[in-house]
T-cell receptor, first 117, second 113 residues
Framework: AQSVTQLDSQVPVFEEAPVELRCNYS??????LFWYVQYPNQGLQLLLK??????LVKGINGFEAEFNKSQTSFHLRKPSVHISDTAEYFC???????????????FGQGTILTVHP | NAGVTQTPKFQVLKTGQSMTLQCAQD?????MYWYRQDPGMGLRLIYY???????DKGEVPNGYNVSRLNKREFSLRLESAAPSQTSVYFC????????????FGPGTRLTVL
């Protein structure tokens, strides 16, 4: 069974500061990792995904994440945040595509990022 | 292209009432999913449909039923609502193939009194 742990439930930062949102996962098979963002009163949008290849993945809005297999982590980073980045961020894992899970996602608990002026 | 649409946006029920949440996608996706979102718990999978004509239970299926009406539509039914089903419900869809992400609807906020 897979699980995802987001280590911080809330992260407050000031505008233009760097931010890191932490995500650890556990799985007995190959994994595919995702970060989604949810703006207030909206659905989830994909920020970025790791499927294979380079462990540094770049996404939309200046976000990037690094897959670390030995640490079973997939932390999300942005070098300089804006007020508009205030949202809830979810890390999610899916198991190998050859299985029968049909792309089911297991989500972490979410991290609320609040950017202050 | 509307993507994934959900109706209604908001709903208030009394304990024991029934209702159906509707979801439709116009992206010709094979797989569809229903999640519930509760504070501090992320999203949990209720049911999913890998393809038209099939449905399977997810992590928290108790108290719910689903119907994959056709390739576009996937509905979620609460037969006898309980206060524990107060939540925000999201529908998602995904194209076939192993590397495609899920696309989410805007959600339905349900309150059961």
């Amino acid at each position: 069974a897979q699980s995802v742990t987001q280590l911080d439930s809330q992260v407050p930062v000031f505008e233009e500061a760097p931010v890191e949102l932490r995500c650890n996962y556990s799985s007995s098979v190959s994994v595919y990792l995702f970060w989604y963002v949810q703006y207030p009163n909206q659905g989830l949008q994909l920020l970025l995904k790791y499927l294979s290849g380079s462990t540094l993945v770049k996404g939309i809005n200046g976000f990037e994440a690094e897959f670390n297999k030995s640490q079973t982590s997939f932390h999300l980073r942005k070098p300089s945040v804006h007020i508009s980045d205030t949202a809830e961020y979810f890390c999610a894992v899916s198991d190998e595509p050859g299985g029968t899970s049909y792309g089911k996602l297991t989500f972490g608990q979410g991290t609320i990022l609040t950017v202050h002026p | 292209n509307a993507g994934v649409t959900q109706t209604p946006k908001f709903q208030v029920l009394k304990t024991g009432q029934s209702m159906t949440l509707q979801c439709a996608q116009d992206m010709n996706h094979n797989s569809m999913y229903w999640y519930r979102q509760d504070p501090g718990m992320g999203l949990r999978l209720i049911y999913y449909s890998a393809s038209e004509g099939t449905t399977d239970k997810g992590e928290v299926p108790n108290g719910y039923n689903v119907s994959r009406l056709n390739k576009r539509e996937f509905s979620l039914r609460l037969e006898s609502a309980a206060p524990s089903q107060t939540s925000v419900y999201f529908c998602a869809s995904r194209a076939g193939g192993p590397y495609n992400e899920q696309f989410f609807g805007p959600g339905t906020r349900l309150t059961v009194l």
